[in-house]
């Protein structure tokens, strides 16, 4: 998996790249629950080159969910493949996090 990080009007945007599988939980884990070291940090996945998700790949994004709660922060995702949104979907992760069709339906999410 590739993580790119970009940081700008406050907002920490991840482009992810591959599977979120558990070859990549520990890079991904540490980029995006990092994000959150600061209060009140709005944060968006961008998951439009996601191939899998795997279970270990939705406890990342579960952690980082808790972690946006407890830091008085945001998280959004956008742009999920359809076979990432069926994951999302079956888990039930698509009834309580941010998803938005687009990088701009994920920053009005998190209130940028």
Do not use: C, W
């Amino acid at each position: 998996m590739d993580i790119t990080t970009q940081d700008s009007d406050g907002v920490v945007l991840h482009r992810l790249k591959g599977r979120l599988d558990n070859n990549a939980t520990g890079a991904a884990e540490g980029a995006i629950l990092g994000s959150f070291a600061a209060r009140a940090q709005r944060v968006i996945l961008d998951m439009r080159d996601v191939a899998y998700v795997s279970s270990a790949g939705l406890r990342v994004v579960l952690m980082a969910a808790k972690k946006a709660k407890v830091s008085d922060g945001r998280l959004a995702l956008f742009g999920l493949p359809a076979a990432v949104q069926e994951v999302f979907d079956i888990s039930g992760f698509s009834k309580v996090l941010a998803i938005g069709a687009e990088e701009d339906d994920a920053r009005r999410l998190v209130g940028a």
